[in-house]
């Protein structure tokens, strides 16, 4: 069956770095535009990044803009999210997500497979 798992999350403070990883199984991963949804605590999901299947195409929300990366190394079903410069506001758990469509989806409904979440806390 199709499976996301993260790994990466942890505590830093603020100006740090963490790298995320997302390993896939159960599908087609190189067929998959891939993303990075993240939830603050008490605040409603926000899309932060996607790729797409080829790794050719990625998107940023403006608020990571410059501060963090997205890229996937099909070879190893593999997505990774490097994040530097870290905030507070950063502070969220953090999702993985697939989907067959190759629109490079902006929206979390757009995604048929999630991830489980990995928790990144910046401190101030």
């Known amino acids: 069956q199709v499976q996301l798992v993260e790994s990466g999350g942890g505590l830093v403070q603020t100006g740090g770095s963490l790298r995320l990883s997302c390993a896939a199984s159960?599908?087609?991963?190189?067929?998959?535009?891939m993303a990075w949804i993240r939830q603050p605590p008490g605040k409603k999901r926000e899309f932060v990044t996607a790729?797409?299947?080829?790794?050719?195409?990625?998107y940023y929300v403006d608020s990571v803009k410059g501060r963090f990366t997205i890229s996937r190394d099909n070879a190893k079903n593999t997505l990774y999210l490097q994040m530097n410069s870290l905030k507070p506001e950063d502070t969220a758990v953090y999702s993985c997500?697939?989907?067959?469509?190759?629109?490079?989806?902006?929206?979390?409904?757009?995604?048929?497979?999630w991830g489980q979440g990995t928790q990144v806390t910046v401190s101030s």
């Open positions: 997500a697939a989907t067959p469509q190759s629109v490079l989806a902006t929206t979390p409904s757009k995604y048929d497979y």
């Open positions: 159960g599908f087609t991963f190189s067929n998959y535009d």
């Open positions: 790729i797409n299947y080829s790794g050719g195409r990625t």
